[in-house]
């Protein structure tokens, strides 16, 4: 709440002062899970029990980060394939939609939007059977195609109607413009409608990837004991082998945490214009 | 940021798993001639993702409601060749003991977990769209649980309510509390991972609630501090029913994104110990891949239970939303 009224002026140094303070210790609360996660990945085998447990890491061992580097890159590995599989499958399918839907006033575009956004609304758990179930008779489990396919339906949706938003901003006379040059739908599309629309890809493949490194539902259900899984197996069967190894387990974390961090601090603009798309002021 | 000014008014606001809530395009008013050949390259366009819905959303959506109208043992599975049961799986779900249980714990789930990451994150929003060094950059931070995979968060919370070793415990132990068994002790175990929940939903209110603040105009609340209205009375007559229609469409949401949390309960505690903590979603998932003998018929049935109830709620959500946008 802006209290800009001249009386409250004096006051504002040492209370926007205490603001910052409150703010900070608010935020360390929120992080401290994170904290946490980071100080016990450091923590040394036989510290791991010991009650009261360090606040921080005193003697610190990378030993949980060898043993990421010993068990977890192919995971890594396959999960990386995946997102990057994901990102160009989602903007592969959604762009051109965007685009119709939001330029091209197709009859029954209407009924399209609104099946999306309901196609958002089904529980993962019900997609993981029925892609299970499919998956089953086309000999597709433990495939990472499979796993492709099963994790862009997180993103194709959301994807659809960010396109459609960002694309309706582009001014309908360039593209007039461009019709009347004898550009077909396509070349519009193509060497226009794209390149203005490179913020919206770059949000959407933020997402995409995003969701699909961190999908749990379908890797458990579709690749499960093959030979392809990704890092959400990964950490998963640690925890489920009754492994004590509790720095490794979070050193993983902290590893599999890494692309949401790097967005965080890269594309924080992507990610705030993801969340509320455009509501952003400052 | 170029891309957010070329948006029009409509905000998509996006969930955990990225639900975009734009409204569709209204239907251009004026009744422009929509040549035909724009109409061919219009659904050439579309082509691709309605084959992807019909394929990819559609038909395993069909496949599950198959599932639950047949009996499938394993062997069936992969033949393909259940004998037809009608709604013997259904039957057989209502009358499970753990039906009651389920139930109550996705509704008390949902309940708790909503109304504290609302409070919470309208709090936090209030607090932050004030304007102070680093407001900007600590909001940002608030992201981090949101964008967290969900087994990170899960994990992490798992350690920290181990009985024996978790940091919580300490810190109780510390101001003299005795330890609880977060996940072991069934009493305990629906309120752990409800914690957890809170905690990566809060980032979600705090954005939108956040973007929903910075629609009320100023000047509402500078003409309130003039007639001496002290902060209380300005969130609770300005703030509060001025935010309304962004609370609504953010509960509504929120309602239809708990319901089908999985992740974090099947990871923290399966569901368990012994249901304590089991949701339709983890039941579904128990009854489909969770045992060595898997109920797949039964398992369709609790999720289309849980279908239904998305549907119905995510119904009321984009009528509420369309109702918002007309006004």
């Given amino acids: ?282 | 940021m170029k891309h957010t000014t070329q948006l029009p008014d409509r905000r998509p606001v996006q969930s955990r798993n990225g639900a975009a809530t734009a409204a569709p395009p209204p239907a251009p008013a004026r009744a422009r001639r929509r040549p035909a050949s724009q109409q061919w390259a219009a659904w050439a366009f579309l082509a691709p993702v309605t084959l992807y819905l019909a394929l990819f959303y559609a038909y395993p959506l069909y496949r599950n409601i198959d599932l639950s109208l047949r009996n499938y043992t394993v062997r069936s599975f992969v033949q393909g060749d259940a004998p037809f049961t009608g709604l013997e799986n259904y039957q057989t779900v209502l009358d499970d003991p753990v039906f009651a249980p389920a139930l109550l714990h996705t509704v008390v789930f949902t309940a708790v977990c909503l109304v504290f990451q609302y409070v919470i994150g309208l709090a936090l929003a209030v607090f932050f769209h004030q304007h102070f060094r680093l407001s900007a950059t600590l909001r940002a931070l608030f992201l981090v649980p949101w964008l967290l995979p969900l087994i990170v968060s899960a994990s992490t919370w798992s350690w920290m309510l181990n009985s024996d070793s978790g940091v919580v415990n300490a810190a109780l132990h510390a101001v003299g509390i005795d330890p609880v068994n977060w996940l072991t002790s069934p009493s305990w175990s629906l309120t752990s991972v409800i914690i957890a929940n809170i905690w990566i939903g809060v980032p979600f209110n705090l954005v939108v609630l956040h973007s929903g603040l910075q629609s009320i105009p100023a000047s509402l609340y500078e003409a309130a501090a003039l007639d001496g209205a002290n902060a209380w009375q300005r969130f609770w007559r300005i703030t509060f029913p001025l935010l309304r229609p962004v609370s609504a469409i953010t509960l509504l949401l929120g309602l239809v994104y708990t319901l089908k949390v999985f992740d974090i309960i099947w990871i923290m505690t399966k569901g368990g110990p012994a249901d304590s903590s089991t949701t339709f979603a983890t039941w579904s998932y128990q009854l489909g891949f969770g045992n060595l003998l898997p109920a797949f018929g039964p398992g369709a049935a609790v999720g289309n239970l849980l279908v239904v109830a998305a549907l119905v709620f995510g119904l009321v959500y984009l009528r509420v939303q369309r109702k918002q946008y007309a006004s």
């Fill in chain 1, 1 to 282: 709440m802006t209290t800009v009224t001249t009386a409250l002026r004096p006051r504002r140094g040492r209370s926007t002062r205490w603001k910052t303070a409150t703010g900070l210790l608010l935020t360390a609360v929120m992080l401290f899970p994170v904290y946490w996660m980071l100080n016990v990945s450091f923590t040394r085998e036989q510290d791991m029990r010991k009650g009261p447990p360090d606040l921080l890491p005193m003697h610190g061992t990378l030993e949980g980060y060898r043993a990421v580097l010993d068990q977890q890159l192919p995971y890594l590995g396959t999960s990386l394939v995946i997102g990057l599989g994901t990102v160009a499958l989602t903007v592969t399918l959604a762009a051109p939609a965007g685009y119709a839907l939001a330029k091209l006033r197709p009859r029954g575009g209407g009924v399209l939007s609104f099946l999306l956004l309901v196609a958002q609304m089904i529980p993962g758990i019900i997609m993981a059977m029925g892609f299970y179930a499919i998956y089953l008779q086309l000999g597709l489990l433990q495939s990472v195609p499979g796993l492709i396919v099963a994790d862009s339906t997180l993103a194709v949706p959301f994807a659809v109607l960010i396109f459609t938003a960002f694309m309706s901003g582009i001014p309908g006379e360039l593209l007039q413009a461009a019709t009347m040059d004898g550009a077909r739908a396509l070349r519009t599309f193509w060497s226009i409608v794209l390149p203005m629309s490179r913020n919206s890809v770059v949000t959407v493949s933020l997402f995409a990837f995003l969701w699909s490194w961190s999908d749990f539902v379908f890797a458990s259900t579709l690749v499960n004991g093959g030979a392809h899984e990704p890092i959400t197996l990964g950490i998963y069967h640690y925890i489920g082998n009754n492994n004590q190894e509790w720095n490794a387990i979070m050193a993983t974390a902290v590893v599999a945490s890494l692309p949401a961090a790097v967005i965080l601090v890269l594309a924080q603009r992507y990610v705030a214009a993801g969340v509320t798309a455009g509501a952003v002021k400052d």
